[in-house]
C-alpha cells in the first residue's frame, strides 16, 4: 500500500482528495481529512489509482442535536372514552437526523413513557394509565445520534385539563324584584363532575344592542351555582343570555345556546333630547312643527311597550297634542305657544316631563360650508364653518336616507358652539346616498341649515343610460340619455363617456359632466355608419353600456333650409315683378286678355258701332225713338223652304243659341232653340229669302223671337212674345220658329190696322228696307 496512492472521493468521481498512507502492526491503512462539510448526507468512496479500483466506502450524515420541545400542553377528553392528549413544539430548526420523541409521565404510584411516531409530535394517553382527579408529571424527551433534550415539566389534575361539553339553559324566570333574571342550566354529559370547582362566564345584551356585557360567576356551593341570579338589568328589558363553563383552570368549554328574557316592568326614567324643526303654517299665526326625540343617556324606558305623548300642560291628559309609538311627531300650533311637554309611558308609568321650547323660525344662518366624508366602513365625519354670531348657541346635526322619506329614518345630534367637526356613526348602507344638514341653533329659534349628499362607499352604477338619437345631420348628431335613477347610482357621477367609431377610423371619446343630459359627436363623415356606447363612472368604479348604431344624412338640415329660403326668396322676387308688371301696364294686357265686347245688356241698335252698316238704326224721322234694347239682330236668307223635319229639330234642338249674335249672309242654316227659363233675354231674328244685296223682296221679313242666358238688364223682358202670325199674310206656321203655335192655324178675318208703335221689335225693319233701296 505503501508503493500506491490512495483517492478519497466524498462527492463524486470529479471530486477527489488524496489520502494519507500510515504503516502499523496490522498493515497499512489511509485517512483523509475534509476541511469543509457542507452536505447533510454524502457517500465517501477510497479509490487505489494503481489498480484503478475502489476499495471501500462508507455514508455520512451531518446535523444537529435536538432542540429542548416547547409548549408541552395536556387535554384530557371526557366526552366519550376517557383519554389525555398531550403536544408539544419540536423548535425552530430541523436537526437533518433522525430524533424520535418520547412522553414521560409520572404520579406517585408508577412511572409511563410512551413513544410518539416518527414525524408526530403529540401522544394520547389511555384512560388505563390516568388517574383523574391526582397530579401527575409529565415531560418530553427528545433523542438523535448527536444528543437528546428533554422539556419543563407540567404538573396537572387530568379533570382539570378537561375541554367540558356546552352547557345547556334549562330556563330563564323572572323574580319578583325589578330588575333580575333567574337563569337554570345543567352539564349535558359530565353531570358527574362537582359543580362548585366550575367557573362560569355569561354573556348577556339588550334586544336593541349589539354589544355583549361579561358576567364572571365563580360557584361556591351547589345550590347557588345551579340556579344563577342576574341583577342590576334595566327594568322591563328584554335580554339575551349565554354562557360557558370550565372546571377549575381548566380549558373553556363552547358557548351554550341563547336565549332571552324579560325583566319586570318600572315607570321609564330620566329625559328625552328632543329638537323641533319649525316653519310657518300660516303667517304669522301658526307654525307647522316637526317634533324629533330619542332617549338620553340617563333615559330608561323600563319597559317594552312605550309610547310618547306631547300635550300642550303639563297637567296630565290636557291639551294632548300627538300619542304615537314613534320617536316623531308634526302637528300645527299657535304661534303664541311657548313650550310643550313630552313624556314617556308604558304599562308601570310615566316618565318625567321634557320641556320643549318653541321658537319661530330664523332666516338667517351662519354656516358656511359643510362637508362629509367616510370616517371608516361604519361612520362619517362631518364638518363645518361658520360665522361669529352672539346669539349662537350650539348646532343640530341630522341626517336620513335619501330614498326613505318616512320620518322615523331621521336622526339627529347636538354639540356645542365649539364644535365644528362630528364623526356621525350608525347603521349606515353602502353605496347609498345619505342627506346630511347642519343647523345653527340661536337663543330664539333654529336657523337655516346647509345640506349636502354623502355616500359611506362608492362602486360603479347598477345600469347605464340608454343612448337616443336626437338629431342627426350629414356631419353631427345629437344624443340623449335619461338620468340614472338615485338608487342605482351607487355613488357620485363624475362624467359620462361618449366612444364612437367609424368604418375604418380609430375610436374617438366625448365627455360630458354629471349633470348633462345632452352632447353633439361633430367632424363625421356624410353617409356614413357610425358605432357608440356610453361609459358612466363613479369615485368607485366606471360600467359600460350596450352599442348602438347611427348614420349621418346625405345633408345637413342648414343646407335644405338655405336652399328652401333662396327658393322662398326667389319665388317672392317673381311674384312682386309680375305684380308690379300688373299694375304698370294693367290697360294693356286685359285688352289682350280680355278684349272689349260690347255688353248685350247695355246694347240697343243705334249704340252699336258704325262698322256694321247692316245692323244701323235709321228713323224716318230725326225723333229719337224709344230704345229697344237688343241683344241680337241678324238677317239669314232662306233659299228654300223649312220642312217638318228642320222644324222639328228647330223646336227639339237643347243647344245655346247665345252665338246667333253674328250675321250670317248669304249662307243658310238651321236656327236652335233653347228652353227659355225665368232669366233669359230675348233676341230677334229677321229672316230673308233673298240674298242681302238683292232688292227689296216682295214679301215681308219674317221676325223671329229666341231665349238667350246672357245677362242682360233686368229691365228686359224675361219672356218670350206670342208668334206673330199677323205681319205678313204669306207667312206660314213653319216659318214661325219663336212661340207657342207649331199647330197654329191662321184666321180668316183680317187683323185691324198694325202700327209699328205695337211692334217695336219689327221698327229696325224700317232701317234694313231703307237701306236695301238706297
Not at 228654300?640 to 247665345?658: G, H, P, V
Not at 245677362?711 to 218670350?720: A, I, Q
Request: charged share 20%; proline share 7%; aromatic share 10%.
Amino acid at each position: 500500500m505503501s508503493r500506491h496512492r490512495a483517492l478519497w472521493y466524498p462527492w463524486g468521481p470529479l471530486d477527489a482528495i488524496p489520502g494519507r498512507v500510515e504503516l502499523n502492526e496490522n498493515g497499512t491503512k489511509s485517512t483523509v481529512a475534509i476541511s469543509s462539510f457542507n452536505h447533510t448526507e454524502a457517500a465517501l468512496t477510497c479509490y487505489i489509482k494503481n489498480y484503478d479500483q475502489i476499495v471501500g466506502g462508507v455514508l455520512i450524515r451531518a446535523g444537529y442535536p435536538p432542540e429542548v420541545p416547547q409548549n408541552l400542553s395536556c387535554l384530557a377528553n371526557l366526552t366519550r372514552t376517557l383519554t389525555l392528549t398531550c403536544s408539544w413544539d419540536p423548535g425552530q430548526f430541523q436537526t437533518y437526523l433522525p430524533t424520535s420523541y418520547s412522553v414521560h409521565s409520572e404520579t406517585r404510584e408508577l412511572n409511563y413513557t410512551y413513544k410518539a411516531p416518527a414525524g408526530v409530535h403529540s401522544y394520547t394517553i389511555p384512560r388505563s394509565d390516568l388517574i383523574l382527579f391526582s397530579d401527575m408529571k409529565i415531560y418530553v424527551k427528545a433523542e438523535n445520534e448527536l444528543g437528546q433534550a428533554i422539556s419543563a415539566p407540567i404538573t396537572l389534575e387530568p379533570v382539570s385539563s378537561a375541554k367540558l361539553d356546552p352547557p345547556k339553559i334549562v330556563s330563564i324566570t323572572v323574580p319578583i324584584k325589578p330588575g333580575c333574571l333567574r337563569l337554570n342550566w345543567m352539564l349535558t354529559y359530565q353531570s358527574w363532575i362537582r359543580v362548585d370547582n366550575l367557573n362560569l362566564e355569561v354573556l348577556l345584551k339588550t334586544a336593541d344592542s349589539s354589544h355583549w356585557a361579561i358576567k364572571q360567576i365563580l360557584c361556591r356551593d351547589r345550590r347557588t351555582c345551579k340556579t344563577l341570579s342576574l341583577c342590576s338589568l334595566l327594568h322591563g328589558t328584554q335580554y339575551w343570555l349565554k354562557f360557558r363553563v370550565r372546571y377549575k383552570q381548566g380549558p373553556w368549554s363552547e358557548w351554550s345556546s341563547s336565549q332571552s328574557g324579560v325583566t319586570l316592568e318600572s315607570a321609564p326614567t330620566g329625559r328625552l333630547d328632543s329638537w323641533a324643526k319649525v316653519s310657518w303654517y300660516r303667517k304669522p299665526t301658526h307654525l307647522n312643527i316637526s317634533l324629533f326625540w330619542k332617549p338620553s343617556k340617563q333615559f330608561h324606558a323600563n319597559g317594552q311597550n312605550i309610547s310618547y305623548s306631547i300635550s300642550r300642560f303639563q297637567k296630565a291628559g290636557q291639551g294632548i297634542l300627538c300619542n304615537t309609538i314613534w320617536k316623531y311627531c308634526t302637528f300645527q300650533l299657535s304661534a303664541r305657544v311657548k313650550k310643550v311637554y313630552l313624556t314617556a309611558v308604558n304599562r308601570a308609568g310615566k316618565s318625567p316631563l321634557t320641556v320643549i321650547h318653541i321658537h319661530p323660525p330664523q332666516d338667517r344662518t351662519t354656516i358656511q360650508d359643510v362637508t362629509a366624508v367616510p370616517s371608516d366602513h361604519q361612520s362619517f365625519l362631518v364638518q363645518w364653518t361658520h360665522l361669529d354670531s352672539t346669539d349662537l348657541t350650539g348646532f343640530v346635526v341630522e341626517w336620513r336616507p335619501v330614498l326613505k322619506e318616512n320620518l322615523s329614518h331621521v336622526h339627529f345630534e347636538k354639540v356645542d358652539k365649539k364644535q365644528t367637526n362630528l364623526i356621525l356613526s350608525g347603521n349606515f348602507e353602502p353605496y347609498k346616498p345619505y342627506h346630511i344638514s347642519v343647523y345653527p341653533r340661536y337663543k330664539h329659534g333654529i336657523g337655516l341649515p346647509r345640506t349636502v349628499k354623502a355616500f359611506l362607499r362608492q362602486k360603479a352604477p347598477s345600469m347605464v343610460p340608454v343612448i337616443e338619437i336626437k338629431n342627426a345631420w350629414m356631419s353631427s348628431v345629437d344624443l340623449t340619455w335619461e338620468i340614472i335613477p338615485l338608487d342605482q347610482q351607487n355613488g357620485f357621477i363624475q362624467h359620462y363617456k361618449i366612444f364612437y367609431w367609424g368604418e375604418k377610423e380609430d375610436v374617438k371619446v366625448e365627455t360630458a359632466d354629471s349633470k348633462t343630459r345632452e352632447i353633439s359627436l361633430k367632424n363625421l363623415k356624410p353617409r356614413s355608419l357610425y358605432k357608440a356606447f356610453m361609459m358612466v363612472s363613479t369615485f368607485g368604479g366606471s360600467l359600460n353600456g350596450s352599442t348602438i348604431h347611427f348614420k349621418t344624412e346625405a345633408f345637413d338640415m342648414m343646407d335644405i333650409v338655405m336652399i328652401i329660403t333662396g327658393s322662398g326668396v326667389g319665388v317672392s322676387l317673381v311674384i312682386i315683378m309680375a305684380f308690379l308688371t300688373l299694375s304698370f301696364k294693367r290697360k294693356k294686357i286685359e285688352g289682350r286678355l280680355w278684349p272689349n265686347v260690347p255688353d248685350p245688356a247695355n246694347s240697343s241698335i243705334k249704340r252699336w258701332p258704325s262698322e256694321s252698316p247692316q245692323y244701323a238704326h235709321f228713323s224716318s224721322n230725326n225723333d229719337e225713338p224709344n230704345p229697344i234694347h237688343l241683344s241680337h239682330l241678324s238677317f239669314l236668307d232662306l233659299t228654300t223652304k223649312l220642312c217638318k223635319e228642320e222644324d222639328d229639330l228647330w223646336f227639339n234642338s237643347a243647344e245655346d243659341t247665345s252665338d246667333l249674335g253674328e250675321s250670317i249672309c248669304g249662307s243658310p242654316f238651321i236656327l236652335e232653340y233653347t228652353a227659355s227659363n225665368s232669366s233669359s233675354v230675348p233676341y230677334a231674328t229677321v229672316i230673308s229669302s233673298a240674298p242681302c244685296n238683292s232688292p227689296t223682296p216682295e214679301e215681308p221679313p219674317v221676325y223671329l223671337r229666341s231665349e238667350s242666358t246672357q245677362p242682360l238688364l233686368e229691365t228686359e223682358e224675361s219672356f218670350s212674345p206670342l208668334c206673330y202670325q199677323n205681319v205678313a199674310s204669306g207667312v206660314k206656321p213653319e216659318q214661325c220658329f219663336f212661340g207657342q203655335g207649331q199647330d197654329y192655324i191662321p184666321e180668316s178675318e183680317e187683323d185691324p190696322a198694325i202700327t209699328w208703335d205695337d211692334f217695336p221689335f219689327l221698327r229696325a225693319l224700317s232701317a234694313y228696307d231703307d237701306t236695301e233701296s238706297d
